[in-house]
T-cell receptor, first 116, second 113 residues
Framework: AQKVTQAQTEISVVEKEDVTLDCVYETRDTTYYLFWYKQPPSGELVFLIRRNSFDEQNEISGRYSWNFQKSTSSFNFTITASQVVDSAVYFCALKSVPGGSYIPTFGRGTSLIVHP | DTAVSQTPKYLVTQMGNDKSIKCEQNLGHDTMYWYKQDSKKFLKIMFS???????INETVPNRFSPKSPDKAHLNLHINSLELGDSAVYFC????????????FGPGTRLTVT
């Protein structure tokens, strides 16, 4: 069985602070994919990044960066110099290959509140 | 142009009624999904179709029946609605099965009274 744990239910920061959202995953498969999605207060779900299990390179996109560590089964997301527009619920997700199917599993989400 | 669209955006109905939610994607993707998001924001996959074929069918009551007339459309019909069905239902699509990211529709907020 696969599982995604986002232990932080809610994080509150003040604008310009850096913040890291944790994601720990479990899977028995050697081939899997990890994702982050953003759900702002307006409600839509927006794809942010995808990583496969064979690529442990960290990724940076503007103020966003992602740290993938297979040794600790973690795929953490850092926002540098947070802004009010970053306020949203962030979901980490996993797709692995049990028996050839790719059932997506989502974490319970971390609600990020950025205060001005 | 909206990539993944759903109708209606809001649905308020009484217990026992039957309702449908429609989803269309214009991304040319092969795979489509239905998710249920509860009041605590937990996202749970319900169904997935690949090229009109059902490939994922999670533990969902059989009052829920998906239909995919073609690979650009995936509809969800719900019979005998119950209070516990109140949630936001999201449709999504991905290029194919496998490790591709999903693109989500705006969601349909279903309220059963």
């Amino acid at each position: 069985a696969q599982k995604v744990t986002q232990a932080q239910t809610e994080i509150s920061v003040v604008e310009k602070e850096d913040v890291t959202l944790d994601c720990v995953y479990e899977t028995r498969d050697t081939t899997y994919y990890l994702f982050w999605y953003k759900q702002p207060p307006s409600g839509e779900l927006v794809f942010l990044i995808r990583r496969n299990s064979f690529d442990e390179q960290n990724e940076i996109s503007g103020r966003y960066s992602w740290n993938f560590q297979k040794s600790t089964s973690s795929f953490n997301f850092t926002i540098t110099a947070s802004q009010v527009v970053d306020s949203a619920v962030y979901f980490c997700a996993l797709k692995s290959v049990p028996g050839g199917s790719y059932i997506p599993t989502f974490g319970r989400g971390t609600s990020l509140i950025v205060h001005p | 142009d909206t990539a993944v669209s759903q109708t209606p955006k809001y649905l308020v109905t009484q217990m026992g009624n039957d309702k449908s939610i429609k989803c269309e994607q214009n991304l040319g993707h092969d795979t489509m999904y239905w998710y249920k998001q509860d009041s605590k924001k937990f996202l749970k996959i319900m169904f997935s179709y690949n090229n009109k074929e059902l490939i994922i069918n999670e533990t969902v009551p059989n009052r829920f029946s998906p239909k995919s007339p073609d690979k650009a459309h995936l509809n969800l019909h719900i019979n005998s609605l119950e209070l516990g069905d109140s949630a936001v239902y999201f449709c999504a699509s991905s290029l194919a099965t496998g490790g591709y990211e999903q693109y989500f529709g705006p969601g349909t907020r279903l309220t059963v009274t």
